[in-house]
């Protein structure tokens, strides 16, 4: 493994070798990223700090062959959360950022005027980008072009240090959470710019176990409904079992589900798309030809038009993808966005919050592109939501604390946890914040029995198969957390892994010793994911977190949810809403999940790991 170490202060370029023995125990991608943030965290309170460290990393599985081989990790010590900090993206950056021979590259420093850099197997170049400091991701794509390059940048919100400010790769991916585009932006790096080797050379047994694998997830039926509809698929399961996080999760349904489905989505699909050596093909390239949404746009995501539609009440799905086009192009979260936005919606609701010239009112698309562009450009009331809703409920102050939907400060993505109660404890326990993919806890929502009697013992599935029973939601936690590290530090999508399970940890062991030409076990793997989770932790325990960082906020712990049933109606092409709720919501004992959790995890009741658990990871 080979890292490029970039010091933007003095304009100096190094590499070095990583060892054998750091390589086996983290792997590559977040594992990595993880440790070397551990290792070089200077100033432990200071994000912005020039000290600190901005690490991209790829896992050994990135760029090769391997089915959903396209990830890239990004780690820095997050401006939104001050706490440790990573986002993760697909696309095919990182594909050819390992092909240039670098397993990362560790950023420090911070130029003195806007540079770029330039990343080929011959070496890293730092160069001028004053032409293209201000312009939005679109139009640095477009002025750095060139034949066979992948660029990753950030646009204006990364450099006015917008805290969830995202980094744009490939024109639509985005390495989106916990603000690290501010973090490039502050060390005014706009972009980097890689290019590639076309080929690689692989070991033959892995090129034989890699094909087998990308046939296993291309012909899964778990993946079918990926392929078809993309993640937009969820959008109408998830408003059923009221799982559709609407207005700030006052409601978890609406009653226009159809007007932004994925059948009103596919409406303006142009074709579909796929990262690096993806069998699963799930994106989308969606246009809107004419009037004032015009755009063309990769996208949107599930995450995404959740965000920007039910959480800000917006049913129409041209305003919905031209927002999704608006954030990728300025450099926002949408995750983060959509909801710092509907929580300022629900203030002005509650009489807390007003702006002259936009109507802060639930549905109202001139609100949200709006607030969109004045976010970005931090301009009026932007400049108090850019700060994330944490600090932008501070700062209102009164009862706005109490509808900022956050976890350690990060917004909550869009999962509803008085329904997906699994999720909701991954969303408190995660060490990034509140997070839908540290955890990526499918198994009982999906119906996954296959994988859950594979997994845990014959006694436990039943009621771990309920997804209303709270019992062994922590078992389910532990588990998924582990696969999902081990997904990140490889490099792959969990959409082949811990979404659908096509590929299990066995799969990815033979995988890895076939690459690595040496015997790999399943235990060596999941210990490693088990490893990364604790270095994590450990990070944030430096930093001062403990058991009163892993809540929820108080509207899913005392505010029962609504759920009623939709049937379709006479004409076998809408729906009807039931008059009365079927079912309430609600978090019965959070604390005793999170209790069960910690003594899983070898962590004690303030959820700080043991000396015991931390000797056996060999992490003392």
Not at 158 to 180: L, M
Not at 286 to 297: E, K, Q, S
Not at 409 to 438: C, I, W
Not at 572 to 600: C, N, Q, W
């Amino acid at each position: 493994m080979r890292l490029v170490w970039v010091d933007l202060t003095a304009g100096a370029v190094r590499v070095e070798a990583i060892d054998a023995d750091t390589e086996r125990r983290f792997i590559g991608g977040r594992g990595l990223g993880a440790k070397l943030l551990a290792d070089h965290l200077i100033a432990p309170h200071a994000p912005y700090d020039p000290r600190n460290p901005l690490i991209f990393t790829v896992g050994p599985f990135t760029g090769t062959l391997w089915p959903t081989g396209a990830r890239y990790h990004v780690t820095f010590l997050s401006p939104l959360t001050g706490i440790y900090g990573y986002a993760n993206a697909g696309g095919h950056f990182g594909a050819a950022l390992r092909r240039t021979g670098y397993d990362g590259i560790v950023i420090t420093g911070q130029a003195d005027d806007p540079v770029y850099l330039q990343v080929t197997p011959a070496g890293v170049e730092v160069l001028p980008a004053g032409h293209i400091w201000g312009l939005g991701t679109d139009a640095t794509r477009a002025q750095l072009a060139a034949e066979g390059a992948r660029i990753a940048c950030i646009g204006p919100a990364g450099e006015r240090g917008v805290r969830f400010a995202a980094i744009i790769n490939d024109g639509g991916r985005a390495a989106a959470r916990c603000g690290g585009g501010a973090v490039m932006g502050a060390k005014r790096l706009k972009a980097i710019v890689v290019q590639g080797r076309a080929d690689v050379e692989l070991p033959a047994a892995f090129l034989e176990a890699a094909r087998s694998a990308y046939n296993r997830v291309r012909d899964h039926p778990r993946v079918s409904g990926l392929r078809e509809w993309g993640t937009v698929n969820l959008i109408a399961i998830k408003n059923q079992t009221g799982d559709l996080p609407a207005r700030n999760h006052q409601e978890g349904q609406v009653p226009w589900v159809d007007r932004v489905d994925a059948e009103a989505i596919a409406r303006y699909t142009v074709r579909t798309k796929g990262c690096f050596a993806c069998p699963i093909q799930c994106g989308r390239v969606t246009r809107v030809d004419n009037g004032p949404y015009a755009c063309t746009l990769e996208g949107p995501e599930y995450e995404t038009t959740d965000a920007l539609g039910p959480m800000c009440w917006i049913n129409d799905p041209e305003a919905l993808i031209y927002a999704n086009a608006r954030c990728n192009d300025l450099g926002l979260d949408t995750i983060s966005t959509g909801a710092t936005i509907a929580f300022a919606m629900e203030c002005h609701e509650r009489g807390l919050l007003a702006a002259a010239d936009l109507s802060l009112e639930w549905g109202d698309e001139a609100t949200l592109l709006g607030l969109i562009h004045r976010i970005a450009y931090r301009e009026g009331i932007g400049d108090l939501l850019a700060e994330g809703t944490r600090r932008a409920a501070l700062a209102i102050g009164g009862a706005a604390p109490r509808y900022a939907m956050h976890v350690k400060g990060m917004e909550l993505p869009r999962q509803e946890p008085r329904v997906a109660k699994g999720f909701g404890l991954g969303h408190a326990t995660s060490n990034r914040g509140a997070d839908h993919l540290y955890a990526l806890p499918t198994i009982d929502l999906a119906g996954l029995l296959d994988v859950a009697t594979r997994v845990f013992p014959s006694e436990v599935i039943p009621a771990l198969m309920e997804t209303d029973n709270e019992q062994y939601k922590p078992d389910m936690i532990r588990f998924t957390e582990h696969v999902c590290a081990l997904s990140d530090a490889l490099g792959v999508c969990k959409f082949s892994t811990a979404e659908t399970y096509a590929l299990f940890p066995e799969d990815l062991a033979i995988g890895l010793s076939a690459l690595w030409e040496r015997d790999v076990s399943v235990d060596e793997l999941l210990m490693a994911g088990e490893r990364i989770v604790n270095l994590e932790r450990m990070i944030n325990v430096r930093l001062g977190l403990s058991r009163k960082d892993d809540r929820l906020p108080e509207r899913f712990t005392t505010e029962p949810l609504a759920v009623h049933a939709y049937t379709c109606d006479e004409t076998g092409e809408g729906t009807v809403r039931s008059k009365e709720p079927v079912h309430f919501g609600r978090i019965t004992d959070f604390d005793a999940m999170l209790d069960r959790y910690y003594s899983l995890r070898g962590w004690d009741h303030q959820g700080i790991p043991t000396s015991q658990t931390l000797n056996r990871l060999g992490l003392a």
